[in-house]
């Protein structure tokens, strides 16, 4: 019989045991922050994912896209696969050599049956490894500013399951051992059960005026928070009608809650935001989007295409030691150079003594990841500040190569010659407009739309109708002036205009003066 545990990569012992691999992973409770490293490999190699309802799909989109994914549910009352039909299938999978990622919400080993499905694949003989999740447990609490333990208030905390009747009879929950003012509670799946449970705790001892906190879909952008005490929760609940999935904390701790509230006090927090950058490469933004307790809402509206004819970028790529400076105008320019490069059997050493500029500090980090470190990146992103910078490092008569998209602005290229420089417009790539059937009501559903370029505008403008209408009451975030130009050119006004290229540029502007909306309570 075959156990999981020895020495070595994952992959090393895949390779060399029969069947297959199984990983059963925590996803954390939400936030795709929160999975571990090892989650990501994990899912980055598996060829079927086994999941339910906690999944969230930025967490299942690092599976690839050839990886099989099968949803089993488990959501109450959904139709959905039996624990003992969700096991088999696992077993079976990694019996018939698939390398199968089991996804739960939370933590693996916390009320969520991982120590039953490991049991039956050790019985099965197919390899097994936990790959250990942060549980609701710990993290609800802290995303709603409750420290487990404060020195001020207990000296212990309890996770417990709210899942059992307690008036029923049967619950196996020791209430005289809970019912303990210094240690926090934490109850699980209590939702259903609440009053029964409060009553009890209050039988046992516990004071009416302790306060309860309970935190639902906690690490997401839908994060919701009350605070009651013992004697007003369950009347609380009822009032906001709070459902599941959810963590109740009990105890004094949940008092510092008014000083550490973090999540859910940013100003981004719980905001919808229109993504409109071409998927790849929206990825940071999506990702800081998350951070600040956004709800990223991906929307293309331009794709990055090559260029009508591809034969100049390949030419000036095969010379690229032939200039005195190439510019690269965007990260796109600059992926779209190295993949040339790549197709050429070039490398970086192609660039000999020329020198090179990055229009922002975006696409500077695209060269770096590439070996180079831009000789000059101007402080503002507008093509007259790259222009005055490169006409002070030139001289007369030097050629300057600027590799961009075909659809380039002129005004670079204008200045530069005007002051008699050579200079060679080279089309990288191109942008094409597209957009999904429901842009428009994507697009109304959110609270701030974002914009990276004029071309994602117009491309937007065309494809909702009634736009400027429909902006009235967001807010409309863009990278640089050029972009708010456009947006001024398309009847909609920029409310935040991010100096800096980037993600980072746009969250902090966005959260300089956030979205005009209420603030989450
Ligand atoms: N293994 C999971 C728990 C699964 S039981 C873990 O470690 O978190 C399901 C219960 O977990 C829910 O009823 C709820 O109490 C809690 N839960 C899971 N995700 C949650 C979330 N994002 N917010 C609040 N509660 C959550």
Redesign the pocket.
């Known amino acids: 019989m075959s156990t999981a545990v020895s020495s070595g990569s994952p992959d090393h012992r895949a390779a060399k045991t029969s069947p297959g691999y199984v990983w059963l992973v925590?996803a954390g409770?939400?936030d795709p922050g929160l999975l571990t490293l090892k989650a990501a490999r994990a899912l980055r190699d598996c060829d079927a994912l086994v999941y339910d309802y906690?999944a969230s799909p930025a967490v299942l989109a690092l599976a690839s896209p050839q990886c099989e994914k099968i949803y089993v549910g488990k959501k109450a009352g959904a139709h959905t696969l039996s624990q003992d039909e969700i096991t088999e299938l696992i077993v079976r999978l990694g019996s018939a050599g698939r390398r199968v990622v089991r996804l739960?919400?939370?933590?693996v080993f916390?009320?969520?049956r991982g120590g039953e499905e490991a049991a039956a694949l050790h019985a099965a003989g197919v390899p097994f490894e936990i790959v250990l999740g942060i549980?609701?447990?710990l993290a609800?609490p802290a995303y709603a500013g409750i420290p487990l333990t404060h020195r001020d208030y207990n000296t212990s905390f309890t996770v417990a399951t709210g899942h059992e009747d307690p008036s029923k009879g049967y619950s196996s929950l020791d209430f005289a051992k809970l019912a303990n003012p210094a240690q926090t509670l934490i109850l699980?799946?209590a939702m259903g059960n609440l009053a029964a449970i409060v009553n009890r705790l209050r039988d046992n001892g516990l004071p009416g005026e302790l306060p309860v906190a309970i935190?639902?879909?906690?690490?997401?952008p839908a994060q919701e928070t009350i605070v009651a005490t013992l004697a007003t929760i369950v009347a609380e609940v009822e009032r906001t009608q709070f459902a599941?999935?959810?963590?109740v904390v009990i105890g004094n701790v949940v008092r510092e809650r008014e000083a550490i509230r973090w999540f859910d006090a940013a100003p981004l927090f719980g905001k919808r935001v229109l993504v409109t950058r071409p998927e790849r490469e929206s990825d940071d933004l999506t990702s800081r989007l998350w951070e600040a307790g956004a709800q990223p809402v991906p929307a293309p509206t331009i794709a990055i295409a090559p260029p009508d004819d591809a034969g100049p970028a390949g030419d000036a790529v095969r010379r690229l030691d032939s200039y005195a400076w190439v510019v690269f105008t965007s990260p796109n320019g600059v992926a779209a150079c190295f993949r040339i490069l790549e197709e050429q059997g070039g490398d970086a050493r192609r660039f000999g003594r020329t020198r090179v500029a990055a229009i922002g500090r975006a696409t500077a980090q695209s060269l770096r990841t590439h070996g180079i470190v831009a000789d000059y990146v101007p402080g503002r992103f507008i093509a007259e500040q790259l222009g005055s910078g490169l006409l002070e490092r030139t001289d007369d008569g030097e050629t300057i190569l600027l590799f961009g998209a075909q659809e380039m602005r002129r005004t670079l290229g204008s200045i530069l010659r005007e002051r008699g420089r050579i200079v060679e417009s080279v089309a990288a790539y191109k942008t094409t407009a597209v957009a999904s059937p429901d842009l428009a009501d994507l697009a109304e559903t959110c609270d701030v739309w974002t914009f990276a370029s004029g071309s994602a505008v117009r491309s937007f403008v065309a494809n909702v109708p009634g736009a400027a209408d429909l902006a009235q009451d967001k807010t409309i975030a863009c990278f640089g002036p050029v972009t708010a130009a456009a947006l001024r050119e398309a009847g909609l006004a920029a409310d935040v205009v991010a100096e800096e290229a980037g993600a980072g540029g746009l969250i902090a502007a966005l959260t300089a003066s956030p979205p005009r909306m209420d603030a989450a309570v």
């Not at 599941?244 to 963590?247: C, D, F, K, M, S």
Request: charge should be positive.
């Open positions: 925590g409770p939400g906690l739960k919400g939370g933590d916390v009320f969520a549980t609701s447990a609800a699980l799946m935190v639902r879909e906690a690490t997401k599941a999935p959810a963590v």
